[in-house]
C-alpha cells in the first residue's frame, strides 16, 4: 500500500489527479498513524505524562507530524495543477 501511494505521488508530472489522489490517501494514513499517539502508552510519567513523549513509540511516530504536513501541501500543489487544467 505504501509504494502504491508513493509511486502515485511520483506520478505528478504525468496526471496531477492521480497524484492527488495518492496524496489524499497519504494524509488519511498518516492521520492514522498518528493517532497511535493518543492510543498507544508512549507518555513519560516522570515527565509529568502529557505531552511528554517516550523515546519509543512516541518520538518515532512524531515524524508522521511532518509527513502530514507534506502530504496535505502535497494535495493542495496537486489539486490546483487539476483546477488549472482544467480551466
Do not use: C
Amino acid at each position: 500500500m505504501l509504494i502504491t501511494i508513493a509511486v502515485m505521488i511520483a506520478l505528478r508530472p504525468v496526471s496531477a489527479a492521480i497524484a492527488a489522489v495518492g496524496s489524499g490517501a497519504a494524509a488519511v494514513m498518516f492521520l492514522t498513524t498518528l493517532s497511535f499517539l493518543f492510543s498507544t502508552p508512549g507518555w513519560e510519567p516522570s515527565l509529568g505524562g502529557f505531552p511528554a513523549l517516550s523515546v519509543v513509540p512516541g518520538q518515532f511516530l512524531l515524524k508522521d507530524v511532518v509527513l502530514l504536513g507534506a502530504a496535505i501541501w502535497s494535495l493542495g500543489e496537486a489539486r490546483q495543477q487539476v483546477a488549472q487544467m482544467r480551466e
